[in-house]
């Protein structure tokens, strides 16, 4: 009896785990909306002003037509990362519970579905010829405001408690 018990209290907590997941998902997808569009910018400009003699050499022309070519691409990268997250699988799936619990990347199935930012990032590089750098091109977790919002959440607390009770 006690046994039955301590199941239908454990299956309230994993459901209970999941909804605030849920919750919390759509909380930061807006966030996150957000820093999809801007980053791809952010990280070329990082890398333009590291490499002055590179950026010296740029032409006027060519820096309007990067600038245009990010402002036209960032926003389709943000909507087929938002569509891929949308699904509340994908924030609930693929948890490992090893790290420090401080990062929405801990879930390394969730965070992929960001590749299309990176890729943004590779093909805008590439595109204007920026010299090859041996820093990896990945989209990164905010660790900042954006527009008066901060990513630090208790998601990564929640995915490990659900995944004390196994998988859907």
């Known amino acids: 009896m006690r046994t039955d018990e301590e199941l239908r209290e454990a299956k309230a907590i994993l459901a209970r785990a999941r909804q605030a997941v849920v919750r919390m998902a759509a909380e930061i997808r807006p966030v996150l909306a957000e820093d999809f569009v801007e980053y791809p910018?952010?990280?070329?400009?990082?890398?333009?002003v590291s490499t002055p003699g590179f950026a010296g050499s740029m032409a006027d022309e060519d820096i309007a037509r990067l600038k245009a070519m990010l402002a036209a691409r960032s926003a389709e990268a943000r909507d087929a990362v938002l569509a891929a997250m949308a699904a509340p699988d994908a924030w609930l799936a693929g948890v490992d519970c090893t790290g420090p619990g401080k990062s929405l990347a801990e879930n390394e199935r969730l965070w992929a579905?960001?590749?299309?930012?990176?890729?943004?990032?590779?093909?805008?590089?590439?595109?204007?010829?920026?010299?090859?750098?041996?820093e990896p091109i990945e989209y990164r977790?905010?660790?900042?405001?954006?527009?008066?919002?901060?990513?630090?959440?208790?998601?990564?607390?929640?995915?490990?408690?659900?995944?004390?009770?196994?998988?859907?």
């Open 41 to 48: 910018a952010y990280e070329v400009r990082r890398r333009f």
């Open 113 to 134: 579905l960001t590749s299309p930012i990176a890729d943004l990032v590779r093909e805008v590089l590439a595109a204007f010829g920026f010299p090859a750098d041996d």
């Open 141 to 168: 977790m905010p660790m900042r405001f954006i527009h008066s919002k901060v990513l630090f959440t208790d998601m990564p607390s929640r995915w490990c408690l659900s995944g004390l009770f196994g998988r859907k």
